[in-house]
């Protein structure tokens, strides 16, 4: 046998020995840990809290109108399709906004489920500690989200798991909403400004067509066309005077009333579009697990906190003992 095998085998032996002679109270120690354990474990001490889970996918689409709406012919997001890591993550950054911890306290009264007191200067510092204890999200490698609620209610637990998805998804559905809203103001704004700059452009040809000038072209080849039949010279000149005077304005603005028509018609697909966004709604996820009540309590572990207790109080007690026996040793060589 080697001197390291040697030296392995007399340590063990010396364990096993300390262990055998100090067995009573190390079975005392482990038995009072036992008991102290199951009693602490125990309901009347740590209330059971019972676990649910929910899972969801995001939506892709960020627009309601690009999604319905869009041109067939051009791809675009599909409302049925489920979102990706990008859109995952930002549907956990929602979940794990002040904005809706606030609202989801606010509808669960969580103040009152977690013994929050309403007048307390640090409540909120108090029952964001708590909701992070209780609740918590997470996306999986497949892109989806689970949310997670422990509570002394298996009913309560899966009411808050569902409802904290439908406030995410109500959450979403503001910020969007209030963005389109800006976006419908602005698109408002531009419709009109084209309209009345349209109008004033018509305005316009209707003074030059009140002057003899309504198409520059067909009345230039027109008067051409008199001129070389030998028609009336004194209305052949006054056309001319005309179209020369405001043919060329004339021109533009028909080239501009069309260009500034076509940029109306575009404005009026966005407005259309900007309309749907501000009054429609569509859900933003897809839930593939509602939160059921569990039937089996989650929290305490009672046999692992017995196990861990237990080891802990053995472990301690030969430390206690071996420095108790130490001492005895150190005393009585003294005395020698």
Not at 22 to 48: D, E, H, N, Q, T
Not at 128 to 139: P, Q
Not at 267 to 276: G, I, M, T, Y
């Amino acid at each position: 046998m080697s001197k390291k095998k040697k030296s392995y085998y007399f340590e063990l032996v010396d364990v096993v020995k300390f262990i055998s002679r100090w067995k009573r109270p190390l079975i005392y120690v482990s038995a009072l840990a036992v008991i102290l354990s199951i009693l602490f474990s125990s309901p009347f001490i740590i209330k059971p809290r019972f676990l649910s889970k929910a899972v969801f996918y995001p939506t892709s689409n960020y627009s309601i109108s690009t999604a319905i709406l869009s041109d067939s012919r051009v791809k675009g997001k599909d409302p049925l399709e489920f979102g990706e890591q990008v859109s995952a993550q930002q549907f956990v950054q929602i979940l794990e906004s002040d904005y809706l911890k606030s609202k989801v306290i606010a509808r669960f009264n969580l103040l009152e489920r977690y013994n929050v007191n309403a007048d307390d200067k640090e409540k909120n510092y108090k029952i964001g500690l708590l909701y992070d204890e209780y609740i918590s999200v997470r996306k999986t490698p497949y892109a989806s989200i689970e949310v997670s609620v422990l509570d002394v209610d298996p009913s309560k637990a899966a009411e808050l798991a569902n409802g904290i998805i439908e406030t995410a998804d109500s959450v979403k559905t503001e910020v969007q909403r209030n963005v389109a809203m800006q976006s419908l103001t602005i698109i408002e704004q531009q419709y009109k400004n084209k309209e009345n700059q349209i109008a004033d452009i018509e305005g316009r040809m209707k003074e030059i067509g009140a002057k003899g000038v309504y198409s520059f072209e067909d009345q230039s080849q027109a008067v051409t066309a008199l001129a070389s039949r030998g028609g009336d010279a004194g209305f052949i000149k006054k056309q001319q005077d005309a179209l020369a005077l405001y043919g060329a304005e004339a021109h533009g603005l028909k080239s501009q009333l069309e260009y500034e028509t076509e940029s109306l018609t575009e404005l009026s697909k966005k407005l259309e579009r900007a309309r749907v966004d501000v009054n429609s709604v569509m859900s933003n996820v897809f839930v593939i697990s509602h939160a059921v009540p569990a039937d089996k309590k989650a929290y305490p572990v009672r046999w692992l906190i017995v196990l861990v207790s237990t080891f802990g109080a053995f472990v301690l007690g030969c430390i206690v003992l071996l420095i108790l026996e130490k001492y005895q040793n150190q005393k009585a060589n003294y005395l020698d």
